[in-house]
């Protein structure tokens, strides 16, 4: 049986208000907004039961209102309003029964000012279960079409208000159990009650896909919505292509640079430690370029610290420094073990050519106790140290410093995409076994 469809009003048949006749033909419940009085719209509106006037549930959509949903027409028809409680929390969201004459029966839901719309899901899908979800290693997975749906959270809610037409019979205290899986665009909700189960899709609704429904200018939603995209910025792909590319373009000139040792500008010498402090002098055949001295021990879980005081071509000390030569080593639980290096080394920039100086001293040594979760090698303090000097290498610090910062400019739309994923997905029930 269908209603007539030049019936545009009734009287309530149990308080004998005007209500308005806004759905189709597949509208099988009525109830009067204001005794709450639910009446069988196939059978002359007569009063089936009748619910617990309770305080309307706050929205700025009522019933009666038009609007576009992604270019098509509804119009609101019915008000339901959930509640869930779990663990003593509660939370709560109202769903808008709309219809459309081309497109028929939807719901906009409304949860913490965010609008999503779902409609009854009609494609081959496998159907979800708890059994399913508890006997899973992993997080289940359905697909439909070409989208792949990931399992985000399972929840009992329960009618707490209705008000308008329903192509059901709405029922105070009613529970519907709903496992939901999420995709990156949309949810499927597999919802089961006592009398039957259905699979609806939701997707998120952005200002620009609804208009209408007497939506307060004000309307704002608050937080981050499971099905709600990231707005990236309008240059946020080319920021994080280009800055990529000049990260790794920098990365690879650095090492090239790093690969260029420059001139040995004298023999490689090597002493005693008991010979310490020396003197050598070694000719710079081209100032401005940068010149390293290298220096190499031979101590084994000990430190040495080399004093290095350095004179220009005049006899002016042109620096004084020092550097650590500290290199450990044993076993522990995990395996072998090593720590530091034998070898140091500082760089200078000779403002001039001709004949410099550096003298080299050991200012403090010691050996290094292992705590007790590790175990070392035998102790050797260090007996030889060498030098050598060259000119004219190149250091890729500066690139890499560079390209970490182009790093930094194309990996923020990454991260933000990461961090917004992240609090899409946070209020999921599922938890990783790795997690616990």
Not at 15 to 35: E, F, K, P, W
Not at 276 to 296: H, N
Not at 350 to 355: D, H
């Amino acid at each position: 049986m269908s209603l007539s469809p030049e019936l545009k009003a009734i009287n309530c048949t149990a308080c004998g208000a005007g209500l308005d006749i806004l759905g189709g033909g597949r509208v099988t419940t009525h109830i009067c907004s204001y005794c709450g009085t639910a009446l069988d719209a196939l059978d002359s509106y007569k009063a089936l039961v009748k619910f617990n006037i309770l305080d309307r549930p706050e929205t700025p959509i009522q019933i009666g209102a038009s609007g576009q949903i992604f270019g098509v027409a509804y119009t609101v028809i019915g008000l339901l309003e959930h509640e869930e409680v779990w663990r003593g929390r509660s939370w709560k969201w109202v769903d808008h029964q709309v219809f459309s004459p081309t497109h028929g029966y939807a719901w906009v839901t409304l949860e913490e000012g965010h609008l999503t719309f779902s409609r009854r899901y009609r494609k081959p899908v496998g159907w979800l279960t708890k059994t399913m979800v508890n006997r899973a290693d992993t997080r289940p997975q359905v697909r439909a079409g070409r989208e792949i749906f990931k399992y985000y959270d399972t929840s009992t809610s329960s009618v707490t208000y209705a008000e308008g037409e329903f192509t059901w019979a709405p029922r105070k205290g009613a529970k519907t159990t709903t496992i939901t899986a999420m995709s990156d665009w949309a949810m499927l909700g597999f919802s089961t009650t006592n009398r039957e189960r259905e699979i609806y899709r939701t997707v998120y609704l952005e200002p620009t896909e609804i208009t209408g429904f007497d939506l307060p200018s004000t309307f704002k939603p608050r937080g981050v919505h499971a099905l709600k995209t990231m707005k990236a910025g309008a240059h946020a792909n080319f920021l994080m292509t280009a800055g990529l590319c000049a990260m790794v373009l920098c990365f690879v000139l650095g090492a090239v640079m790093g690969l260029q040792n420059g001139t040995l500008v004298d023999r490689h010498h090597q002493f005693n430690v008991a010979q310490l402090p020396v003197s050598i002098s070694f000719d710079v055949p081209e100032a401005g370029r940068l010149t390293r001295i290298d220096l190499q021990g031979n101590g084994r879980n000990s430190w040495n610290y080399l004093a290095v005081e350095l004179e220009d071509p005049e006899g002016e000390v042109l620096f004084e420094s020092g550097r650590t030569v500290e290199y450990y080593t044993g076993r522990d639980k995990d395996g072998s073990w090593s720590e530091g290096s034998n070898r140091a080394s500082l760089a200078f920039f000779p403002p001039v050519t001709g004949t410099y100086s550096v003298t080299l001293d050991l200012e403090e040594s010691g050996f290094w106790a292992p705590n007790v979760n590790r175990s070392s090698s035998p102790q050797h303090q260090m007996t030889q140290v060498s030098l050598q000097v060259r000119n004219g290498v190149s250091s890729g610090f500066w690139l890499v410093l560079l390209g970490l910062g182009f790093g930094c400019i194309g990996g923020f739309p990454l991260l933000r995409r990461y961090l917004h994923n992240k609090a899409r997905w946070r209020d999921s029930d599922w938890v990783d076994e790795d997690d616990d």
